[in-house]
């Protein structure tokens, strides 16, 4: 068979395998190793070897099996104009965590099964990044878990409604009046139950959380039984209403109340910053970091960026001289804050920052970029609620810019305008789009794409500020307000780094990180505050804004093991690092560099040098 039409008949047979049901894994790794084999290789060759590897099947079914369960449990929400009904994400049910640890502990003893030695790289890599994602998975529902049992006192009410909901799931008839009787008991129970918890004094905040939430979980889980029968039974339509509203209207108070006792039971007191948060403590900082691939302890982190900072200001101090302002870089700092475009030019800053870093990287071969994605990056403008809590343009399918709107008082408009200056700009454009978070979007989607999962803040962010810092070795930054701009950014990530771990060992409170922020990197102190609301109270892991730097600087030592040695050109190793998907940069180095890995494997690179 002609290698061209071999590779359309296994392409074929494989999309057919990926659509049957069951758990036949062997039958990918067969057709794969029959790839292979037919060469004299030990991996798939062509597109396989691009899009796949031995372990793509079980992944991809892993995913769709978790995801099949978790849509079964949830509840609907009528879509009046489509046949495809919305679900609503709340907070998992019992029977529906169990039957989720059921799914997790199945594929767990598959894996253990498996040859891992007759794996080849790719295989072994997605093996143990599927292990970490079911045990992260297993970890988080078992928290959950233990959350929900501390506050089931409060929920007797609870097996009634998961009772009624899995009447809705098969359609079952219902009598209207027995209904109503029992939407009367249930008013009963959540009566009882919130008198319960308003003599409560105060609940720890996640505990209080879990409550409200499964509160509104079950709203939402009445209402979808609710809508299933109303209108369409006519007895269930006159008994059933009334109660029903009756009910809803507890549980919206029930939620509510929970959320109020929720306290934070940390050592740190409120220090007048408005801003709440929860120290996670030094073992929980630790266990992250295990789960992120980063070998280091909170400590040796802060130390990381203090030696990284001290970088930063001795450059800052060379461009401040250049500038006419000697020693005193905030000066410096201050020129440039003060050379934002004239009001309505933000957009169009934008397209000429973007189009000088993509004909610096042109120019000097650094990745391909297909010309789809040069095409079709978007643009919008960042509302000023959102503002609060990103000061700055971010980027993705598109490049949000946070600019000055009617709306916005005179200083909070004069701080926005000042914090996205040309040359602050200048430094992140390419971040933000490409060969940063856009091109990320563009290709994820084309090459491995069944490794969405394994996605982590430190491939994300860390290959877009990658690009940062090879941008400025590469000598894009040539005027002194250029590296003024791209210094600010670096310090940010250090300051990142310092304050997050400061606060969760309990170190430092929000305000101190605010005034840190101001102090030792720069910022308007509107646009800091906005930084660490969004790292405390944004939604986002502790760990999230320390994966900038660090992600970046994995990405510049495996820069420097394979493109410095002269083992792969710049455009190689790019191009060869995008197409394995975002996963952790311990295990993309694993597979360019061949190395040898155990099932049993344990993170150990250490990419950074302390001393």
């Known amino acids: 068979m002609d290698k061209p039409l071999r590779k359309r008949t296994l392409i074929r047979k494989y999309k057919k395998y990926l659509n049957k049901e069951g758990k036949a894994h062997i039958a990918l790794w067969v057709l794969l190793a029959l790839a ?14 691009d899009q796949s590897s031995e372990l793509a099947g079980p992944i991809i079914q892993y995913e769709q099996d978790i995801d099949a369960v978790r849509d079964f449990y949830l509840p609907y929400e009528v879509n009046e104009r489509s046949e495809y009904q919305y679900k609503v994400y709340v907070l998992n049910s019992p029977e529906q965590r ?13 894996l253990k099964k ?15 990044m599927l292990k970490k994602e079911i045990a992260k998975h297993v970890k988080s529902l078992t928290d959950e878990n233990a959350r929900y049992n501390q506050v089931m006192m409060y929920l007797s009410f609870a097996d009634d409604i998961y009772l009624l909901e899995k009447k809705r799931r098969r359609g079952e008839y219902v009598n209207g009046e027995e209904i109503a009787k029992v939407f009367d008991r249930l008013s009963a129970k959540i009566a009882a139950d919130s008198a319960k918890l308003n003599n409560v004094k105060s609940l720890d905040k996640p505990l209080a959380n879990t ?15 609710f809508d299933f029968y109303n209108t369409y039974d006519p007895a269930f339509t006159w008994w059933v209403p009334l109660p029903f509203k009756k ?16 306290t934070i039971n940390t050592i740190q007191k409120d220090d007048g910053s408005g801003i709440k948060g929860k120290p996670i403590g030094r073992d929980a900082l630790i266990a992250q970091l295990n789960e992120e691939f980063i070998p280091y302890t909170p400590e040796e982190l802060i130390e990381l960026a203090n030696k990284e900072f001290a970088w930063c200001d001795k450059e800052m101090l060379k461009a401040s001289r250049e500038m006419g302002f000697g020693d005193d870089w905030k000066k410096a700092l201050e020129k440039v804050k003060n050379s934002y475009v004239p009001l309505g030019h933000q957009p169009e800053l934008i397209v000429k920052l973007y189009n000088d870093a993509i004909d610096f990287i042109k120019a000097r071969d650094l990745i391909t970029v ?17 503002q609060l809590v990103n000061p700055f343009f971010t980027g993705g399918k598109e490049i949000s810019i946070s600019y000055p709107t009617n709306s916005m008082a005179y200083d909070d408009r004069l701080m926005s305008m000042r914090g996205n200056n040309p040359y602050f700009s200048r430094g992140t454009v390419q971040h933000e789009l490409i060969p940063g978070h856009n091109l990320q979007y563009f290709m994820n989607s084309r090459y491995k794409p069944y490794r969405h999962e394994f996605s982590t803040p430190f491939s994300v962010e860390g290959w877009a ?27 940010h990530r250090c300051a990142r780094i310092i304050f997050s771990m400061s606060y969760h060992l309990n170190r430092w409170t929000p305000q101190q990180c605010i005034d840190f ?37 994995q990405y510049m030592a495996l820069k420097r093991e394979m493109v410095d040695s002269g083992k792969m050109t710049y455009k190689q190793f790019h191009d060869a690092a995008i197409k394995e998907n975002l996963i952790p940069v311990e295990m993309l180095r694993a597979i360019l560099t061949k190395q040898p890995l155990t099932a049993g494997f344990e993170t150990s690179w250490r990419f950074y040098k302390l001393k």
């Open 465 to 491: 500020l990658y690009w940062e810092m090879l941008l400025w070795d590469q000598g894009f930054a040539q005027k002194p307000e250029e590296r003024v701009g791209m210094l600010f950014w670096r310090m």
């Open 370 to 386: 297909p010309p789809l994605a040069e095409e079709t990056w978007g643009m919008v403008m960042m509302s000023p609620k959102r």
């Open 114 to 128: 498996t040859d891992f030695k007759s794996l080849s790289i790719y295989g072994q890599a997605d093996y143990l």
């Open 517 to 553: 922020l101001v102090d030792r990197v720069g910022h308007e102190r509107a646009n800091a505050t906005g930084e660490v609301r969004r790292s405390f109270e944004g939604g986002y892991s502790p760990l999230y804004q320390v994966a900038y730097l660090l992600g970046g600087l």
């Open 98 to 110: 169990r039957r989720l640890m059921q799914i997790d502990s199945a594929y767990l003893a598959d």
């Open 36 to 49: 292979g084999n037919a060469h004299g290789q030990s991996q798939p060759p062509g597109i396989l070897f």
């Open 211 to 225: 409550l409200s939430d499964a509160a509104s979980a079950l709203k939402a889980r009445l209402k979808s039984f």
């Open 247 to 262: 009910i809803s209207g507890q549980l919206n108070s029930f939620s509510e109340v929970a959320t109020s006792k929720g």
